[in-house]
């Protein structure tokens, strides 16, 4: 009687070790992922933010100056209108 050699415990052993790895890889790459999502996420709000400045300081730049306020405007108090009483009554 001829034996032949059974390798089907090495050959599963292999396999499982192998889909382990690969998950214990697969973590790997899902962490990396992550936090290249993050710095990709955080860069994006850096570009955001430097845009919105860019533009506020462009804006600020082609604005027209602010005119001066005249001696008249100054003497007007700001709250005028809750001051002065009407001119007809109020029936």
Known sequence: MTSR???????LGLVVLTILSALSHFWYIMIAAGI???FAGAGLLLWKIVLRAK???LARL??????QRTDTE???PVDIARSAS???PVV
């Not at 082609?62 to 005119?67: E, K």
């Open 5 to 11: 050699n059974n390798y089907s415990c090495e050959i």
């Open 36 to 38: 290249m999502m993050g």
């Open 55 to 57: 533009r506020e300081m």
């Open 62 to 67: 082609l604005r027209p100056a602010h005119r």
């Open 74 to 76: 100054s003497e007007v």
């Open 86 to 88: 009407p001119s007809l």
